[in-house]
Nanobody, 119 residues
Framework: VQLVESGGGLVQAGGSLRLSCAASGSTFSISAMGWYRQAPGKQRELVAVIRSGGGSTDYADSVKGRFTISRDNAKNTMYLQMKSLKPEDTAVYYC?????????????WGQGTQVTVSS
C-alpha cells in the first residue's frame, strides 16, 4: 500500500483546509485509515480514524466538532476536512493505513503534508 497526502498549506486562524490521502496498491485489505499529526518537539498524535466496513470514526478531543474524516472507496482516497483552525493545529499531518494480511497487521504511512495556521 502506498499513500500520498496533499492539501496542506498556510491558513489564518478560523480558516479551513481539506487534506487528501490517495491510496494505491492492495487497498482491498485495508482495515482502517487515519490521520496523525506531529508538531515540532512533540510526539505524533492521532487526529482521526475511519474503519472499513461500517465506516465508524473516532476523533481526538482537541478536534471534535471541527474536523471531519471521510473516505471515498471508489477513489481510494481519504479526506480530512478541517474547519475553525487554530494555531495549535499547526503540524505535519500524516495519513496511515492499517492492513490485515494473512492474519498479520501491517501499517503504512504517507510522507506527510505541512499545515500551518497563523494567528
Amino acid at each position: 500500500v502506498q499513500l500520498v497526502e496533499s492539501g496542506g498549506g498556510l491558513v489564518q486562524a478560523g480558516g479551513s483546509l481539506r487534506l487528501s490521502c490517495a491510496a494505491s496498491g492492495s487497498t482491498f485489505s485495508i482495515s482502517a485509515m487515519g490521520w496523525y499529526r506531529q508538531a515540532p518537539g512533540k510526539q505524533r498524535e492521532l487526529v482521526a480514524v475511519i474503519r472499513s466496513g461500517g465506516g465508524s470514526t473516532d476523533y481526538a478531543d482537541s478536534v471534535k466538532g471541527r474536523f471531519t474524516i471521510s473516505r471515498d472507496n471508489a477513489k481510494n482516497t481519504m479526506y480530512l476536512q478541517m474547519k475553525s483552525l487554530k494555531p495549535e493545529d499547526t503540524a505535519v499531518y500524516y495519513c496511515k493505513a492499517n492492513e490485515l494480511k494473512l492474519g498479520l497487521p501491517y501499517a503504512y504511512w504517507g510522507q506527510g503534508t505541512q499545515v500551518t495556521v497563523s494567528s
